[in-house]
């Protein structure tokens, strides 16, 4: 991974506001200057802040108007979340393989993994987002760089009806955990965001993995199992000690919640997939 050069890069305007975003102390005029240097950028913040997720009865047109709007946390996840769907693409078309599909996948996540924060209080809602965007970022880095070892992994998957995670075990394959993790250290993402994309399958976490790694395990087999994958199922009994209670009494609730989320997991698929 270190030797590869044509790892995908973050824009420098996303990678400048996302340090600045960290701290809350950051002038919002700095946070301006710098975001109209991409242009294109402040137009999908401000069709975000105008758009059916904030419901706003005002059009709103000024991008500092739209900062104080959405506060620092939503520009951040908005920010990464416009700038990862950009950096990663495919270099060439893989049979059994679909890039939309890839991020409706992972905007789903997103969504359900905010709404378990949101609900559960373990991590703050924004974050949460954000790490179940990028949860699957490896992937995308595997296809294009080892194609042949991506290759094989779908082949089992097929072949033995398990999950993706569980193919690469398999064959004793580097993980896109640790793929995706390394690519979040070379964007410079939150050491949260890091630790998140490489724990979240594990069913034991270390002391250091944050409480949204969970989160995104769990919100990731529940978009897996809504979109009707094969090889995923969620025993509470394996889930982090830190999450599992709290999960275990959402879940008993999961019918009161769950027909609304489903319904924002669609208009944010539809909004996203846009541009």
């Not at 401000?46 to 939503?74: C, D, E, P, Q, W």
């Not at 896109?176 to 993402?189: E, F, N, Q, Y």
């Not at 034991?204 to 199992?225: E, F, K, Q, S, Y």
Request: hydrophobic share 45%.
């Amino acid at each position: 991974m270190e030797a590869l050069t044509n790892l995908p890069t973050l824009p420098t305007v996303a990678m400048e506001i996302n340090r600045m975003l960290q701290d809350i102390e950051t002038p919002i005029e700095r946070l301006v200057t710098v975001l109209e240097r991409d242009p294109s950028m402040v137009l999908r913040i401000l069709r975000l802040v105008n758009s059916s997720f904030f419901g706003l009865k005002n059009r709103v047109s000024s991008l500092r108007h739209a900062i104080t709007l959405l506060g620092y946390g939503t520009v951040q996840s908005a920010v990464v979340t416009i700038s990862v769907i950009d950096a990663l693409t495919l270099k060439n078309a893989f049979k059994g393989f679909d890039i939309t599909t890839f991020w409706s996948h992972a905007i789903g996540v997103a969504v359900m993994c905010r709404h378990l924060a949101d609900r559960t209080r373990l991590a703050l809602a924004e974050e949460a987002f954000t790490a179940g965007l990028v949860h699957d970022i490896g992937k995308v880095v595997l296809i294009n760089s080892f194609p042949d070892r991506f290759s094989a992994i779908l082949e089992r998957i097929q072949t033995d009806r398990i999950t993706f995670f569980a193919a690469e075990q398999a064959l004793d394959s580097w993980p896109h955990t640790r793929i995706g993790s390394h690519l979040a250290k070379r964007w410079m993402l939150p050491e949260m965001l890091e630790k998140s994309i490489q724990g979240h399958h594990h069913a034991v976490h270390r002391a250091d993995t944050p409480p949204v790694a969970g989160l995104v395990r769990v919100a990731d087999i529940l978009v897996n199992l809504m979109e009707g994958r094969v090889g995923y199922q969620l025993d509470t009994d394996t889930l982090p000690p830190a999450i599992k209670a709290p999960m275990v009494a959402l879940l008993k609730d999961s019918a009161a919640w769950f027909p609304a989320l489903r319904s924002e997991i669609d208009h944010a698929t539809q909004f996203f997939k846009q541009g």
